[in-house]
């Protein structure tokens, strides 16, 4: 092999092997979850009891290997709680924990999020009907279904239910960094 195809063939192999990390490398780093986010939800719950208007406002924070975790407040509105002919009013501190984000293979702006939720009554318009304290849910499987547009600080994810008994959507914005 002379020097000109020696030359010629380490710089085939120079590319190919810098280019090699170029194809595994995330192509639309924006489209990727990560970091906190502030959110608002709304939607309607259904249980056997009838359907019930909620509004859920917090944070959800996802780090490097799309664990998520999160807290936030949830209001309840009962018409006639239990059957009981009386409405009522919950609100309740609402833990979200062990979340996995999962990325859409075919969109990478896209995926399914599934997570734990365990709720605590903080306020009630009856505590003879629902005390304060009580938790109302405790490791409820939950999961949502999202899509990302913007990038970097003007992140928007666009969230829609897709927990059995619910149909609620909502909307969460990228946090900036504190320096």
Not at 8 to 34: P, Q
Not at 63 to 91: H, I, K, R, V
Request: glycine residues 12%.
């Amino acid at each position: 092999m002379n020097i000109k195809s020696r030359i010629a063939l380490n710089i085939v192999v120079a590319v190919l092997f810098l280019y090699s990390f170029s194809a595994f490398a995330d192509m639309n780093k924006s489209c990727r979850l990560l970091g906190s986010y502030g959110y608002l939800y709304n939607g309607t719950s259904y249980s056997a009891s009838g359907s019930v208007p909620l509004t859920e406002t917090g944070f959800l924070t996802i780090d490097n290997d799309g664990n998520l975790s999160g807290e936030g407040t949830l209001a309840f509105y009962f018409s006639d709680f239990g059957g009981s002919g009386l409405p009522l009013w919950l609100l309740l501190h609402e833990v979200q924990s062990n979340g996995v984000v999962t990325q859409d293979t075919n969109n990478t702006c896209g995926g399914t999020v599934d997570f734990l939720a365990t709720a605590t009554v903080i306020k009630t318009s009856d505590p003879s009907l629902v005390p304060e304290g009580t938790v109302l849910f405790t490791d409820s499987p939950r999961s949502l279904a999202y899509t990302i547009s913007g990038s970097g600080k003007g992140t928007t994810v666009d969230m829609i239910s897709t927990s059995p008994g619910t149909i609620a959507s909502g909307t969460a914005h990228k946090q900036k960094k504190r320096r």
